[in-house]
């Protein structure tokens, strides 16, 4: 069954083109007028699974609503989206439980990103809810139960219930993501809000702001005061994925940022205090990087409190058959598929496989094969179809094709190459031309910009 998705707006056209929007991404839509109207979808026991609410209304405002609706449904998350946006009322919105704010007219690519990791939550904090009284039991539903992860889930157990600051070790497509995010629900802080900052996916000149936000007129461009990833997290946790990649420069202050629990936000006069539990994550060995003097090592020190090694799928082959069902089942219900069933020879094929995209490679695989089935079992040939060497089948022949001609190729036309025939592959669709070149939306998003494709 899809989830129910309220729009709370005063503009008739606004809801319309909202609720056309998601219908056709699968949600069901209830829409209000108004925040007493709003407030009456919370009167029974049908509540809605996420709000979209507005911010300025005519008799009740949407802070208001905000504050109301977080008293009567606590668990249900709300995303400001309005027109009239500026970080005092972001910070505020955030404070009183928003789990998003943004601005009109919202990127619908955004917007349903944003929609999908909130729901996400919602359905993560229901299973620790239904199996608190048994977290290990709970761990291996969500992780499996083959034995190179028994360690994995020990030491979830054991550090979430503290405050300690510790780095997430594995390669990419491991589900470092994934267990920070368990981590933060099983902790002290899982009421506060869970923001990710991806060092990858951000320009080196730009970390710094989005860490610590700035005043306006900071610098040219500073038009108006932003908060940053850590006034966001206020009371939760701030999870900082490739954080190997950070410049040393920065490295300095987030360490005095770990040690003070305080900030100048850029172009500011005082500090602000922070109260954030921070998970860093990496896709390398960062005693190396500390080693080889690309790393700090009194940051790596600070951030160390405790560390969790995940190890890579090629390693748990005993548990890819249970992975492949878990995600066959999810991508069936997603999809609004009637496939239910995995065929034997499909899973010791799977389990053959290197999977050098690890558990991620995995899902997109799976998921590919139950998008393209037209019955109600997964066989191999479809799953062998569906596997990333064949999505980048086309793009290798072309790589070869230029080789073979003897031009030399930038990393830039090599990038050029891949994002254009992935793209040309789906069809246009960037969401799935970012899965088979395993790269984030928006770090897509920014290569097609960059390159004008």
């Known amino acids: 069954m899809s989830e129910t998705i309220l729009i709370v707006d005063d503009d008739s056209s606004v809801r319309g083109a909202l609720a056309e929007f998601l219908k056709d991404a699968g949600f069901r839509v209830a829409e209000a007028a108004g925040g007493k109207e709003a407030l009456l979808a919370f009167t029974n026991h049908s509540h809605p699974d996420l709000v979209l609410l507005d911010l300025v209304m005519p008799e009740m405002g949407g802070l208001f609503v905000l504050d109301k609706v977080r008293e009567i449904a606590p668990n249900v998350p709300i995303i400001l989206i309005t027109g009239h946006g500026d970080v005092a009322t972001a910070v505020a919105a955030m404070k009183l439980g928003a789990y998003d704010f943004l601005v009109k007219p ?99 000149t730009l970390i710094e702001s989005e860490l610590f936000g700035y005043e306006k007129g900071a610098f040219t461009g500073a038009e108006k005061k932003k908060a940053g990833y850590f006034e966001m997290a206020e009371g939760g946790t701030l999870f900082i994925d490739e954080v190997q990649n950070m410049p040393l420069n920065l490295q300095s202050k ?30 390398s060995d960062m005693s190396s990087a500390v080693k080889e003097k690309k790393f700090r090592a009194d940051l790596y020190y600070r951030l160390n409190e405790f560390t969790i090694q995940l190890p890579p799928l090629r390693k748990r082959a005993d548990g890819i058959a249970s992975l492949a069902r878990t995600f066959l089942s999810e991508a069936s219900m ?120």
């Open 106 to 204: 919202p990127d619908v690519d955004y917007l349903l990103l944003i929609i999908e990791r909130a729901l996400d939550k919602v359905r993560l904090t229901q299973k620790i809810r239904d199996m608190e009284d048994n977290q290990d039991l709970f761990l291996q539903k969500l992780l499996g139960t083959f034995s190179t992860l028994k360690n994995v889930i020990v030491d979830i157990r054991r550090v979430a219930s503290s405050d300690l600051s510790l780095i997430i070790e594995g390669e990419t497509g491991t589900g470092k993501t994934f267990i920070a995010h368990i981590i933060h629900n099983l902790s002290k802080r899982s009421k506060g809000p869970f923001v990710t900052l991806d060092v990858g996916s951000i320009p080196e």
């Open 254 to 283: 987030l360490l005095k940022v770990v040690e003070e629990k305080k900030f100048y936000p850029i172009g500011g006069n005082s500090t602000v205090d922070t109260d954030v539990r921070i998970i860093v994550a990496s896709n």
């Open 334 to 453: 997603e999809l609004k598929k009637g496939v239910t069933y995995i065929s034997d020879d499909a899973l010791d094929f799977l389990m053959k496989q290197p999977w050098p995209g690890n558990v991620r490679e995995l899902r997109n695989t799976i998921r590919r094969a139950v998008l393209l089935c037209d019955g109600n079992e997964l066989t191999m040939e479809m799953v062998s179809q569906c596997m990333g060497e064949t999505d980048g089948r086309h793009v290798k022949t072309e790589w070869s094709n230029l080789q073979s001609q003897r031009l030399p190729m930038s990393l830039e036309e090599t990038e050029k190459i891949a994002i254009r025939v992935a793209l040309d592959q789906t069809k246009g669709n960037r969401t799935r031309a970012a899965e088979i070149l395993q790269i984030s939306l928006n770090t897509l998003r920014k290569k097609i910009k960059m390159y004008n494709l």
